[in-house]
């Protein structure tokens, strides 16, 4: 018998016992649903963390904050040090200020850590309010923009090095502020409210140049350098003398090549330097580590039904190996070598784990397709841009391979059986 002759034999008796199999089947395909649809929903995530992260330039920027010479080993509140005192604090005097700030030396000293090619302070920019003519007044917290990210825009472009003064907002102001849509808002002037020193209210101009999605790493309201002096000029109205200025963090430019072995070896000079240095990539490693437990959860209950279908593939084989003992004995009677008997059984479990690993990926697929759009326009309407399942042919393959690898393992027990029947007893078996 050739091995085609094998494979259309084992699909054939396969479906001898049409509600036996079914009964199978049912229980392969609950396995392989659940194991693709669990995949592909874990791809989908981290897919979008993984783009987020990327989209602001992640793999190349650490965050670096000052560590307090003196902080306690229990993380308790840090005994007050005068000598670090904003006011009082010499440029040449050790890393960190009050409240955790850092001045133009902290920044020297980063720079000066090997695997460190640049660094830009986190600068946040004195803002009572923003408006539009005819809207309401609105809280902002003003960052400065470090040319250091890439935002994903949904409308314009990142602010730029340019005279003019630019503005880049979160889509959640394009409709408190007035603007139809995102697109509506490019060029639009807005107006942004400081107070100075001394009690006095100023108003400054500026254009919206981007509008970014909602995301995992919103960056929030940022402005150009142009936008920053004009800010600063309005706050420092009435203030004699130089003022010290003082950085809450720092934004560090690394090789966005570098290796983790190279990131850590980074973060080990900045803490010996009195800092300390993340990615984003750390920042959110606890999120993804709760996605992955849970994905590996539903993953350990789908295992469990396969489990449970290879001992069904086991009764069913049993069962069906003692109804055709004659049969069995007629085919070595007229020279079926054991290994042909073997693979003939062999493959009927191959294919009963086939047909239940190929319904449960395509049902799986299906339901994928037809939840995602539903689940994006409503649940999860707030992260556009999040492929909540993203079906790769790698993965949905690897996991019918699995699957009728177990069914295949399932199937030596009863297929050896077989195998192993002499002739002449198969023949005298009632």
């Known amino acids: 018998m050739k091995t085609r002759d094998v494979i259309a034999s084992a699909v054939q008796n396969t479906f001898r016992s049409k509600l036996r199999t079914s009964l199978t089947v049912i229980a392969i395909f609950i396995g392989a649903f659940t194991l693709t649809l669990t995949s592909a929903i874990g791809a989908g995530i981290s897919s979008f963390i993984d783009s987020q992260v990327g989209a602001i330039g992640a793999p190349g920027v650490l965050t670096v904050t000052p560590v307090p010479e003196d902080a306690p080993a229990d ?50 920019l004195p803002v009572d309010f923003v408006e539009t003519a005819g809207s309401q007044r609105y809280e902002l917290t003003l ?74 790493m919103n960056l929030g309201p940022e402005g150009n350098q142009a936008l920053a002096d004009a800010l600063l000029a309005a706050q420092r109205t009435g203030v004699t003398g130089e003022a010290t200025p003082v950085y809450l963090a720092a934004d560090a430019s690394i090789d966005p090549a570098s290796t983790p072995e190279q990131i850590a070896a980074i973060k080990a000079d900045l803490v010996d330097a009195g800092f300390q240095g993340m990615t984003v990539a750390d920042q959110i490693g606890a999120f993804k580590t709760v996605i992955d437990v849970v994905t590996s959860i539903l993953n350990a209950f789908a295992v469990i039904a396969l489990l449970a279908a290879g001992f069904g593939i086991v009764n069913t084989l049993l069962m069906s190996v003692q109804e055709r003992t004659r049969e069995i004995g007629l085919m ?8 042909k008997v073997f693979g003939l059984f062999s493959m009927e479990a191959v294919f009963i784990g086939f047909l239940g690993s190929a319904i449960g990926a395509g049902v799986a697929i299906a339901t994928g397709l037809i939840a995602a759009p539903l689940l994006a326009e409503g649940l999860f309407a707030e992260l556009p841009g999040l492929e909540i399942v993203r079906f790769e042919p790698l993965s949905v393959a690897i996991i019918m391979g699995v699957v009728m690898a177990i069914a295949f393992l399932a199937g030596t027990l009863p297929a050896r059986r077989a195998a192993r029947q002499h002739p002449i007893e198969a023949l005298r078996y009632e």
């Open 75 to 124: 993380d308790g509140p840090a005994v007050y040090d005068p000598d670090r005192a904003t006011g009082g604090a010499s440029i040449d005097g050790p890393p960190g200020m009050a409240g955790g700030g850092m001045n133009q030396a902290d920044l020297d000293r980063i720079a000066e850590v090997p695997g460190i090619t640049g660094v830009t302070p986190a600068v946040t």
């Open 143 to 216: 960052d400065l923009a470090t040319g250091l990210f890439i935002p994903d825009l949904a409308a314009g472009a990142a602010v730029a090095d340019v005279d003019e003064r630019q503005l880049q907002l979160p889509a959640d102001y394009v409709e408190a502020l007035g603007f139809a849509d995102a697109q509506a808002a490019i060029g639009q002037p807005v107006t942004l409210g400081v107070t100075d020193a001394v009690g006095g209210h100023h108003e400054v101009e500026a254009v919206v140049a981007g509008i970014t999605n909602p995301g995992l």
């Open 332 to 339: 070595k009677a007229m020279g079926m070598r054991s290994g």
